[in-house]
């Protein structure tokens, strides 16, 4: 070739020659500077040489990539190249600037999912303008493929990108971002399809390896496993609580090989806490699969390394290589199955619809019913106020000749003291007290009440 020989690439100590050994084995180089000059430098001849027609070149990434991550300073590189991303950007020049400056419909849900992308991890903040991106990206991508527009779980997906492309190369990252959302488009579609099947994969997975975990998960009535598997396939490994080394180096393995690495990394991380899952309750499920402490420090490098030799069941492990056959939009053999699944929600959107009609109109009931009880509170109240001014009109006044009406008729009205007439104004302030608390009474008991008032 113009650059170099692949065939003189497999007489390197680091690429023994296929069916040979099941690992490339290291360079027998003790001096680390020389190992990882030499690592580079074969990196650098792969990306500029790179064909995806071409089998030997394929198989030495895959080599490469198992045996380490993919130099920091080339990843960037690498994976525009080598995930195909390079040949979309030069076939449709000018076209990411147009997607990113049209509205989106979807602009709503954007805004609500980008200050919470990063949340506050450094390693995300050290360039200004990074939301922006971020935006760019996403609105543009729910142009490009409004099928599917924007579901939750892709704005990790983009940030991570544009944390590996410096925010320098935008129009790379959103490309890139392109493929990796068609290999998993079915996770994030409608009805999730490529996610369910997962999930049903991983399930007979785990009962065919961990029967233990299985049976212990099977008793708590829930779903562990979506569970589990939520936030690490739909962010692919980027949640923000994972170390960057660590998500960098399961995508250099995605996108040289296929997403049955993501499904081997889930297994290894539950079979090597197998012991400690099984006493985990509902809670502490839910923290171990948001922060993986078993990724944290060294362990998360131990973990990536030790899944990429694991052998699973290769009946079920295959059905999770390729997850674009899940894509009932764009898959025809699919047709029937998408057709039925949207009969089924539209079936449960008008079920919905009927209960939120059902329950606005208990409701609105609710409402008119204690309205006519405040109405009747307040009227009785009104009465009641009435009645006491009556009375106070009524009652007899003392004036000059009270002396002489009373020695007349025999009767004489009784006097109070200053101490004593301050006890009858606080005990009528009682009474009128509790007349007004019987406004809580029900109807019989108020016009019960009110009857004995009167008499």
Same mark, same amino acid.
């Given at each position: 070739?113009?650059?170099?020989?692949?065939?003189?690439?497999?007489?390197?100590?680091?690429?023994?020659?296929?069916?040979?050994?099941?690992?490339?084995?290291?360079?027998?180089?003790?001096?680390? &500077?020389?190992?990882?000059? /030499?690592?580079?430098?074969?990196?650098?001849?792969?990306?500029?040489?790179?064909?995806?027609?071409?089998?030997?070149?394929?198989?030495?990434?895959?080599?490469?990539?198992?045996?380490?991550?993919?130099?920091?300073?080339?990843?960037? &590189?690498?994976?525009?190249?080598?995930?195909?991303?390079?040949?979309?950007?030069?076939?449709?020049?000018?076209?990411?600037?147009?997607?990113?400056?049209?509205?989106?419909?979807?602009?709503?849900? *954007? &805004?609500?999912?980008?200050?919470?992308?990063?949340?506050?991890?450094?390693?995300?903040?050290?360039?200004?303008?990074?939301?922006?991106?971020?935006?760019? *990206?996403?609105?543009?991508?729910?142009?490009?493929?409004?099928?599917?527009?924007?579901?939750?779980?892709?704005?990790? *997906?983009?940030?991570?990108? +544009?944390?590996?492309?410096?925010?320098?190369?935008? /129009?790379?990252?959103?490309?890139?971002?392109?493929?990796?959302?068609?290999?998993?488009?079915?996770?994030?579609?409608?009805?999730?399809?490529?996610?369910?099947?997962?999930?049903?994969?991983?399930?007979?997975?785990?009962?065919?390896?961990?029967?233990?975990?299985?049976?212990?998960?099977?008793?708590?009535?829930?779903?562990?496993?979506?569970?589990?598997?939520?936030?690490?396939?739909?962010? +692919?490994?980027?949640?923000?609580?994972?170390?960057?080394?660590?998500?960098?180096?399961?995508?250099?393995?995605?996108?040289?090989?296929?997403?049955?690495?993501?499904?081997?990394?889930?297994?290894?991380?539950?079979?090597?806490?197998?012991?400690?899952?099984?006493?985990?309750?509902?809670?502490?499920?839910?923290?171990?699969?948001?922060?993986?402490?078993?990724?944290?420090?060294?362990?998360?490098?131990?973990?990536?390394?030790?899944?990429?030799?694991?052998?699973?069941?290769?009946?079920?492990?295959?059905?999770?290589?390729?997850?674009?056959?899940?894509?009932?939009?764009?898959?025809?053999?699919?047709?029937?199955?998408?057709?039925?699944?949207?009969?089924?929600?539209?079936?449960?959107?008008?079920?919905?619809?009927?209960?939120?009609?059902?329950?606005?109109?208990?409701?609105?009931?609710?409402?008119?019913?204690?309205?006519?009880?405040?109405?009747?509170?307040?009227?009785?109240?009104?009465?009641?106020?009435?009645?006491?001014?009556?009375?106070?009109?009524?009652?007899?006044?003392?004036?000059?000749?009270?002396?002489?009406?009373?020695?007349?008729?025999?009767?004489?009205?009784?006097?109070?003291?200053?101490?004593?007439?301050?006890?009858?104004?606080?005990?009528?302030?009682?009474?009128? &007290?509790?007349? *007004?608390?019987?406004?809580?009474?029900?109807?019989?008991?108020?016009?019960?009440?009110?009857?004995?008032?009167?008499?």
């Amino acid at each position: 070739r113009s650059i170099f020989n692949v065939e003189s690439m497999y007489s390197l100590h680091c690429y023994p020659m296929w069916g040979t050994t099941k690992f490339p084995q290291q360079p027998p180089s003790a001096n680390p &500077e020389h190992k990882n000059s /030499e690592f580079t430098m074969i990196w650098h001849k792969l990306i500029a040489d790179w064909d995806p027609r071409d089998d030997k070149l394929i198989k030495c990434a895959q080599s490469m990539t198992r045996y380490a991550a993919i130099p920091s300073s080339l990843r960037a &590189e690498a994976w525009f190249v080598i995930s195909g991303a390079a040949e979309l950007l030069k076939n449709n020049a000018g076209l990411y600037e147009t997607l990113y400056s049209s509205p989106s419909p979807h602009s709503d849900l *954007i &805004e609500k999912d980008l200050p919470r992308t990063w949340g506050a991890h450094p390693a995300f903040h050290p360039r200004k303008g990074s939301i922006h991106c971020l935006r760019r *990206i996403l609105t543009a991508y729910s142009n490009f493929d409004p099928t599917l527009g924007y579901c939750q779980g892709m704005n990790y *997906i983009a940030g991570f990108l +544009l944390h590996v492309f410096k925010g320098s190369n935008e /129009e790379q990252a959103f490309w890139t971002f392109i493929v990796i959302l068609r290999q998993v488009r079915s996770v994030f579609i409608d009805g999730l399809p490529g996610f369910h099947k997962l999930v049903h994969v991983f399930r007979k997975l785990c009962r065919h390896h961990l029967p233990k975990l299985h049976q212990h998960w099977k008793t708590l009535q829930i779903d562990v496993y979506k569970l589990i598997l939520t936030p690490w396939f739909h962010s +692919l490994f980027s949640y923000p609580c994972l170390d960057c080394a660590h998500t960098a180096r399961i995508w250099d393995l995605f996108l040289v090989h296929d997403f049955s690495v993501c499904v081997k990394l889930a297994f290894t991380i539950l079979a090597s806490n197998e012991a400690q899952l099984s006493k985990m309750d509902f809670v502490q499920l839910i923290d171990f699969c948001k922060y993986l402490p078993c990724m944290k420090s060294g362990g998360g490098a131990q973990l990536i390394q030790k899944s990429i030799g694991v052998k699973l069941n290769e009946k079920y492990l295959n059905y999770t290589r390729d997850l674009t056959r899940f894509d009932w939009q764009t898959n025809k053999r699919l047709k029937k199955e998408y057709q039925r699944h949207q009969r089924k929600r539209l079936q449960k959107q008008r079920e919905k619809e009927k209960l939120q009609q059902k329950y606005y109109k208990q409701k609105t009931m609710v409402v008119d019913a204690d309205a006519d009880v405040d109405a009747y509170s307040e009227q009785n109240d009104h009465d009641k106020s009435s009645n006491d001014v009556d009375d106070e009109t009524r009652s007899p006044k003392s004036n000059g000749n009270d002396d002489d009406d009373d020695d007349d008729d025999g009767l004489a009205l009784p006097t109070f003291s200053a101490h004593e007439e301050s006890e009858s104004v606080m005990s009528s302030v009682s009474m009128s &007290e509790s007349s *007004i608390g019987l406004g809580a009474l029900s109807m019989p008991s108020m016009h019960h009440a009110e009857h004995n008032l009167h008499s």
